[in-house]
């Protein structure tokens, strides 16, 4: 048996919750990846996995085997990389993963930190807040970038390294006359009430996201209700439904900067109130970090990157 396959094989039904997907992420058949899981369950002397037609969860002694199968797993990680590597070219794969609305940064960093040291492949992923926050208690994930103001305000295994404020818009068509204007691309026009942003036909995310909630609580401070006129769980639905259709959205700087190249658009800062949200990166502080980590956190405190990602997010201001 290949301890450190059939380690990473429960590591992957952890993250799939399906025995199908699993053995697809680990591009094995299934049937060889339940013949791996009885080897361990062979070698440690204890069921490991609940097993009914589909997967059920792991057994109390299931879950020690997998929490020690996430450190050994990234313990090789941390050793291979610094075989590999030296401090001046780190090499290896990062797992990074945001919030929907903080990917166009999220990808902005990925790019400058490959551009950097080619060496590290990113691997970018959009995620909840709730799975980021269990990616990195998990170590699945090395870096999350995504809202700081969840984290408990003392103490707790994860460590935030603050990027920028978000601010808030609403996304509509322009006027015409706007639009007729010399002007090219996507116009930031003048502040409008949370309160009058109601009355507009909204196209929102849906209720379960995080970024949803903190746009409804903007929307109550106002004494406002609203009725979506569509729901989304997509930031590219946000945007394309202001494109291509008759409502208008609630959008971060960071999604109304990613669509600036679209003409006939406008964004509204939104005000009364002036809603803002701290975004920053979160790592697990209890972990030994990789090279590529280390690389990487070195950049998120970098003065010019935190410059270029306030320039393409909050209120805007640098363009």
Same mark, same amino acid.
């Given at each position: 048996?290949?301890?450190l396959?059939?380690?990473?094989y429960?590591?992957?039904?952890?993250e799939?919750r399906?025995f199908g997907?699993a053995?697809a992420a680990?591009?094995?058949?299934? +049937?060889?990846?339940?013949? =791996?899981l009885r080897?361990?369950?062979?070698?440690?002397?204890?069921v490991?996995?609940?097993?009914?037609?589909?997967f059920?969860?792991?057994? +109390?002694?299931?879950e020690?085997?997998?929490?020690?199968?996430?450190?050994?797993?990234?313990e090789?990680?941390?050793?291979?990389?610094?075989?590999?590597?030296?401090?001046?070219?780190p090499?290896?794969?990062?797992?990074?993963?945001?919030?929907?609305?903080?990917?166009?940064?999220?990808?902005r960093f990925?790019?400058q930190? /490959?551009?950097r040291?080619?060496?590290?492949?990113p691997?970018?992923?959009?995620?909840?807040?709730? =799975?980021?926050? =269990?990616g990195l208690?998990?170590?699945a994930?090395?870096?999350?970038?995504?809202?700081?103001? &969840?984290?408990?305000?003392r103490g707790g #295994?994860l460590?935030?390294?603050p990027q920028?404020?978000?601010?808030?818009?609403?996304? &509509?068509?322009?006027?015409?006359a706007a &639009?007729?204007?010399a002007a090219?691309?996507?116009?930031?026009? #003048?502040p409008l009430?949370?309160?009058?942003a109601?009355?507009?036909?909204?196209?929102?995310l849906t209720p379960?996201?995080?970024?949803?909630?903190?746009?409804?609580?903007?929307f109550?401070?106002a004494?406002?209700?609203?009725r #979506?006129?569509?729901?989304?769980?997509?930031v590219?639905t946000?945007?394309l439904?202001?494109?291509?259709?008759?409502?208008?959205?609630?959008?971060?700087g960071a999604?109304?900067?990613?669509?600036?190249?679209?003409? @006939?658009?406008e =964004?509204l +800062?939104?005000?009364?109130?002036?809603?803002?949200?701290?975004?920053?990166?979160?790592?697990?502080?209890?972990?030994?970090?990789?090279?590529?980590l280390?690389a990487?956190?070195?950049?998120? /405190?970098? #003065? @010019?990157?935190?410059?270029h990602a306030?320039?393409?997010?909050?209120?805007?201001?640098a363009?």
């Amino acid at each position: 048996m290949n301890l450190l396959a059939s380690l990473r094989y429960l590591v992957a039904l952890h993250e799939h919750r399906h025995f199908g997907r699993a053995a697809a992420a680990c591009h094995i058949t299934q +049937p060889a990846l339940s013949n =791996a899981l009885r080897a361990l369950e062979g070698e440690f002397g204890v069921v490991v996995v609940r097993r009914g037609r589909s997967f059920e969860g792991f057994t +109390p002694e299931g879950e020690r085997v997998l929490a020690t199968a996430q450190r050994m797993l990234h313990e090789h990680q941390v050793l291979q990389q610094d075989l590999r590597s030296d401090a001046a070219h780190p090499r290896g794969t990062l797992r990074l993963g945001a919030v929907p609305t903080a990917m166009p940064i999220l990808a902005r960093f990925a790019a400058q930190l /490959q551009a950097r040291y080619p060496g590290i492949v990113p691997v970018a992923l959009s995620m909840s807040s709730q =799975a980021l926050e =269990a990616g990195l208690e998990s170590i699945a994930l090395d870096l999350a970038l995504g809202y700081t103001e &969840r984290m408990p305000a003392r103490g707790g #295994p994860l460590k935030a390294w603050p990027q920028y404020v978000e601010h808030y818009f609403l996304l &509509r068509r322009a006027p015409a006359a706007a &639009r007729q204007s010399a002007a090219r691309g996507l116009q930031i026009g #003048p502040p409008l009430a949370w309160a009058d942003a109601a009355k507009l036909p909204l196209c929102l995310l849906t209720p379960e996201m995080h970024n949803r909630s903190l746009v409804d609580g903007a929307f109550r401070s106002a004494g406002a209700t609203v009725r #979506p006129a569509m729901e989304t769980d997509s930031v590219l639905t946000l945007a394309l439904s202001v494109v291509a259709g008759d409502v208008c959205s609630v959008l971060p700087g960071a999604l109304v900067d990613a669509v600036r190249g679209h003409d @006939g658009l406008e =964004a509204l +800062p939104l005000t009364g109130p002036v809603l803002t949200t701290p975004i920053g990166f979160m790592s697990h502080r209890q972990v030994q970090p990789t090279r590529a980590l280390d690389a990487a956190l070195a950049l998120a /405190q970098d #003065p @010019g990157w935190l410059q270029h990602a306030a320039a393409h997010s909050g209120l805007l201001a640098a363009h």
